[in-house]
């Protein structure tokens, strides 16, 4: 866990002895280019690329806080559309295939060509991860191929902003029947309960709201992944979205 404050400068791929470092996936460096704005814990943190070198680089908090293990990494727009998986991807599929408790997302999925090659790859169901806004005629391609869809809000949310994220999911919901899958909505469903017992008023009623419009479940990310309320949050959601 590091906090970063608004005006520090860091290094993104590399240690450094004289700047805080941020470990980065090398294949993200090769997409930064100096004034881009990169997002993390879904947009709670902000920084600006400053300058490239050979093997990291510098970078301007903008925006501050705590971050925290193996959270992600958004560059907006995202830069790439990436139609099949890479070799890094593979192998970590190949090493874990011969476990029956795992599960697999495919992540800002563009092309159904990825589902069907991870599906082939890993013999497993695969969940699409809608975290980016793509014509809704794609988001049904990619759906026939698809076991699961998830509307990731957090992505999405730092890539399109706050209107554009509201404008989305309003359009992306009022044609949830059209793609003939169950989908998932995942992102800050009850962020509240990651500190504390208890959700707010306003979850419990977007819980209730979510299952309404069609979705059929919820994913919980923050809130059991290392949330100090996992069961609380479980219970909760069973007892809001519950038809007894």
Not at 25 to 41: H, K, Q
Not at 101 to 127: C, H, M, N
């Amino acid at each position: 866990i590091m906090e970063v404050k608004a005006g520090e400068q860091v290094v993104l791929g590399c240690r450094s002895s004289q700047l805080r470092s941020i470990a980065v996936d090398p294949r993200t460096l090769s997409y930064l280019s100096p004034g881009m704005r990169v997002s993390i814990e879904d947009g709670r943190i902000e920084l600006q690329v400053l300058k490239l070198e050979a093997d990291f680089a510098r970078a301007m908090v903008l925006r501050g806080g705590v971050i925290r293990p193996a959270k992600g990494m958004n560059i907006s727009p995202h830069p790439i559309n990436q139609i099949e998986l890479s070799s890094r991807d593979s192998d970590i599929v190949l090493a874990t295939r011969k476990y029956g408790f795992v599960r697999y997302a495919l992540s800002f999925v563009s092309s159904p060509s990825e589902v069907i090659e991870l599906k082939e790859l890993s013999g497993r169901e695969v969940a699409s991860k809608i975290e980016r806004e793509l014509p809704f005629s794609r988001i049904e391609e990619i759906s026939a191929s698809s076991d699961e869809i998830w509307f990731c809000r957090g992505d999405l949310g730092a890539q399109l902003g706050a209107r554009g994220l509201v404008d989305f999911y309003t359009f992306f919901s009022d044609n949830l029947h059209k793609l003939y899958k169950p989908v998932l909505m995942a992102g800050e469903v009850l962020e509240h309960m990651v500190d504390t017992p208890f959700a707010t008023r306003s979850e419990l009623c977007h819980l209730k709201d979510i299952q309404r419009r069609g979705f059929a479940g919820v994913v919980l990310s923050n809130e059991t992944a290392y949330g100090s309320f996992p069961i609380e949050t479980i219970k909760t959601v069973l007892e809001v979205t519950s038809d007894e």
